[in-house]
């Protein structure tokens, strides 16, 4: 691979346990936050997003959890599995300039063990 | 979503050289974006691509180094130029169809520059 995650802090989880990646976000105007996956070779991809007016959302075996307060996301995946290996990040919209902009956190190498 | 498609997927470069990576979606998007993956990183966001005009680069990003066109909606080109080894990256290209909402990547451009 691209050594995508080389430099990242791991977590490391039994295939079946359910795993819970954190981030911290800047800023606290931020409205719209997204969790993505990145697998070696590959571009990020979509997993879930959430909007500042709600503080749970899930989808099929994650759910993001937000909290204003302390400026802080988690991604929970129930059932961890082998092909959930990759890299995670998050980002926040930032609306700067005119633009909306989705700036990236340091990310998270998740590696599932058998 | 839309499908973007990027040219070269990865190339091998010589220092001082000059080197133009083009993205592709296949329907017309508000806005696109290049993103900068060094390895074992994080994405850092280097400008947004504006169709008819000018890019805007973010801090510590220079049209001089980093050219971008964007002639139409649906087609944008990165350069990288006088390369040195410490452009060796992934370069990402990605669009977003409404004004706050997820982004998609491409596969991303994987420069080495020796």
């Known amino acids: 691979g691209e050594n995508v995650g080389l430099h990242l802090p791991t977590l490391s989880v039994q295939e079946g346990d359910n795993s819970i990646i954190n981030c911290a976000y800047s800023?606290?105007?931020?409205?719209?936050f997204i969790w993505y996956k990145q697998e070696s070779g590959k571009g990020p991809q979509f997993i879930i997003d959430?909007?500042?007016?709600?503080d749970k959302r899930q989808g099929q075996r994650v759910t993001v959890l937000l909290n204003k307060t302390v400026k802080h996301l988690s991604l929970q995946i129930a059932a961890t599995q082998p092909g959930d290996s990759a890299v995670y990040f998050c980002?926040?919209?930032?609306?700067?300039?005119?633009?909306?902009?989705?700036?990236f956190g340091a990310g998270t190498r998740l590696a599932v063990h058998p | 979503s839309a499908v973007i498609s990027q040219k070269p997927s990865r190339d091998i470069c010589q220092r001082g050289t000059s080197l133009t990576i083009q993205c592709q979606v296949d329907s017309q998007v508000t806005m696109m974006f290049w993103y900068r993956q060094q390895p074992g990183q994080s994405l850092t966001l280097i400008a947004t691509?504006?169709?008819?005009?000018?890019?805007?680069?973010e801090s510590g990003f220079v049209i001089d180094k980093f050219p971008i066109s964007r002639p139409n909606l649906t087609f944008s080109t990165l350069t990288v130029s006088n390369m040195s080894p410490e452009d060796s990256s992934i370069y990402l290209c990605?669009?977003?169809?409404?004004?706050?909402?997820?982004?998609?990547f491409g596969e991303g451009s994987r420069l080495t520059v020796l």
């Open positions: 980002a926040e919209n930032h609306f700067s300039g005119g633009y909306n902009k989705l700036i």
């Open positions: 990605s669009d977003k169809i409404t004004g706050i909402g997820e982004l998609f």
């Open positions: 691509a504006n169709q008819g005009s000018e890019a805007t680069y």
């Open positions: 800023n606290s105007a931020s409205d719209y």
């Open positions: 959430i909007r500042s007016n709600m």
